[in-house]
């Protein structure tokens, strides 16, 4: 089941914040979180693993609720280097794999626009 | 320390051809997972092998697709006979470990273009 983010796009003007979220209908064993630049790979940014943690990179955070099965990833006092599409991605168990293996499954995407 | 590298960074094929992309995973990675993104859309899961052995393959298409990732040489995800709806963008990934902490880093992708 894949994830679902809101919004689907957003604007910003530099120095402003936003708020991406990744909500799940099944049960969420971690989060991941990547940014992808047109025409680029996707680049890891950080991992959740146990609901209610919350880190930190740059001026990047987010947190994960395990019990809503939702994450959030804020950027605050953008700049125009954060400009991109954001995917979050959610890991299940893999049924029979026998050696606890996980699929990620990403979410469509929030492609984040900054301008001066 | 080199990433996850990936070849063909282009391929050109004419339908009914075959592909075959390339990904060799970072230093240590035994885990390797393959994606296919269409433009301005996500990735899609399409399988995930360690050496030697696929440990899932239930985003790949039954027909046509193949993947190994042999003990030796880099993973190859194999298209036979392409047609149109092939063309994307093909990422693969590479991670230290299986488990709810192995994050997986992307190689540049292999831009495959079907004519």
């Known amino acids: 089941q894949q994830p679902v983010q809101s919004p689907q796009a957003v604007i910003l003007r530099e120095g402003e914040d936003a708020v991406i979220n990744c909500s799940s209908s099944k049960a969420l064993y971690s989060v991941h979180w990547y940014r992808q630049k047109h025409g680029e790979a996707p680049v890891f940014l950080m991992i959740?693993?146990?609901?209610?943690e919350q880190k930190g990179h740059d001026k990047i955070s987010a947190s994960f609720n395990e019990k809503k099965q939702q994450s959030s990833l804020y950027l605050t006092a953008s700049q125009l280097s954060y400009s991109g599409t954001y995917f979050c991605?959610?890991?299940?168990?893999?049924?029979?794999?026998?050696?606890?293996?996980?699929?990620?499954?990403f979410g469509k995407g929030t492609k984040l626009s900054v301008i001066p | 320390n080199a990433g996850v590298m990936q070849n063909p960074r282009h391929l050109v094929r004419r339908r009914g051809q075959e592909a075959r992309l390339r990904c060799s995973p970072m230093k240590g990675h035994s885990h390797v997972y393959w994606y296919r993104q269409l433009p301005e859309e996500g990735l899609k899961f399409m399988v995930y092998l360690q050496k030697e052995n696929i440990i899932d393959e239930s985003g790949m298409p039954k027909e046509r697709f193949s993947a190994e990732f042999p003990k030796e040489g880099p993973s190859i995800l194999r298209i036979q006979q392409v047609v149109r709806g092939d063309s994307a963008a093909y990422f693969c990934?590479?991670?230290?470990?299986?488990?709810?902490?192995?994050?997986?880093?992307f190689g540049p992708g292999t831009r495959l273009t079907v004519t």
């Open positions: 959740l693993l146990k609901g209610g």
């Open positions: 990934a590479s991670s230290l470990m299986a488990g709810t902490g192995g994050e997986q880093y």
């Open positions: 991605g959610t890991q299940t168990p893999i049924d029979n794999s026998g050696a606890g293996s996980y699929q990620l499954t």
